[in-house]
């Protein structure tokens, strides 16, 4: 465990690292760093730390990491490797940007992930960038009503300070607003009126993450109001609180549900790893004879239960170990052996 763990601390640490490195290089030395962002920039620098061990240390479970290997062996097969690019991208933009996996669940709950996802996705990659330096914008010399973009330093463009363009990319955190808040209510009003999922929810795995998300988005709202049209009325309290919110909320993912985020991409790879399985060799069941499983995936859960130490070797139904027999003749068996404990008293008697 201890070699695990030092492991995910060495790539967390170089993955730190790097991040500082290209912030300080993206920034052009700090120059356009500013200042006052300087707590989010040590909040980021502190989640990707906390997330990069995290994932290290999940990719390490024997599981996840037989998956891991398998899946990436299959999709860098030369053969398949075209046609497998082609399937990621069709399995990246179906499956995560459109999130079918969860509209299969139920229309509003598909509907209610993909509002969260989206605005927390387009929230991010506008507050990223700026925080680090990466991206800021600068009045043209001599053309005051036009602005000029800069990212990593370099010009990108101008556009006029009133144009339809300023006012989409200026007020781009306001939609992420929008779209994170309906998701946040349409969210609550299952977990209101949903018994089934009153009856397992927890406070901090399934309510804190849409409050935290639900205060981000409210508080970044009151500062919009606050300098359009209240002239800065409480603007320094509210930036602090929603500075507090933002930090909090960076600080707790690599802790709380929304490291799932991280994780789920990886379900690419055990998509590819099933396709391998079932252009391969079938597992037959030992007592029926019927195929039920890919012969790669059984030899893959025997090497893992060894390795965690499960030891589930057996002599019925003609197999050597439980994994060699089907869903079906495992509850047969299973069946026939509570049979048996009831007869064996009765012919004692």
């Known amino acids: ?56 240390m999940w990719l390490q479970r024997p599981p996840t990491r037989m998956y891991w290997r398998r899946g990436w062996r299959a999709f860098l097969s030369p053969r398949r490797l075209p046609a497998n690019v082609a399937r990621f991208v069709r399995r990246a933009v179906v499956e995560v940007a459109a999130n079918r996996f969860i509209f299969r669940r139920g229309g509003m709950r598909g509907l209610t992930h993909l509002l969260l996802m989206w605005g927390c996705v387009l929230a991010a990659a506008i507050t990223f960038p700026l925080v680090w330096g990466w991206i800021h914008f600068e009045t043209v010399p001599a053309h005051l009503d036009t602005y000029r973009t800069y990212i990593f330093g370099f010009a990108a463009g101008d556009f006029p300070v009133d144009s339809v363009l300023a006012f989409v990319v200026f007020h781009g955190l306001v939609w992420a607003s929008f779209l994170v808040l309906a ?18 929810q927890q406070f901090g795995e399934d ?61 690419l790879g055990v998509g590819f790893y099933k396709d391998e399985g079932a252009r391969t060799e079938q597992a037959h069941c030992k007592r029926c004879e019927r195929p039920f499983a890919s ?26 170990h439980y994994q060699q027999i089907c869903p079906a003749c495992r509850r047969a068996l299973f069946g026939l052996a509570q049979g048996n404990l009831w007869v064996a008293p009765e012919n004692e008697n």
């Open 1 to 56: 465990m201890r070699s695990y763990a030092l492991r995910a601390s060495v790539w967390a640490t170089a993955f730190t690292a790097v991040l500082a490195v290209s912030i300080v290089a993206g920034s052009r030395n700090l120059a356009h760093f500013d200042a006052a962002l300087v707590g989010y920039t040590f909040a980021t620098l502190f989640a990707t730390f906390g997330i990069t061990y995290r994932y290290a």
């Open 183 to 200: 998701g946040v209510m349409l969210a609550f009003r299952r977990r209101m009126r949903d018994r089934g999922a009153q009856a397992v």
């Open 207 to 267: 309510v804190l993450p849409l409050v935290l998300l639900g205060a981000i988005s409210i508080t970044g709202l009151m500062l919009t109001i606050s300098y359009t049209w209240l002239r800065g009325y409480g603007y320094d309290f509210i930036a602090i609180l929603h500075a507090v919110t933002v930090i909090v909320t960076l600080l707790w993912l690599p802790f709380g549900k929304f490291f799932h985020i991280f994780q789920r991409p990886a379900q």
């Open 295 to 320: 012969a790669m995936m059984i030899r893959d859960l025997i090497a893992v239960e060894h390795e965690l130490g499960f030891r589930y070797e057996t002599t019925a139904g003609g197999a050597s």
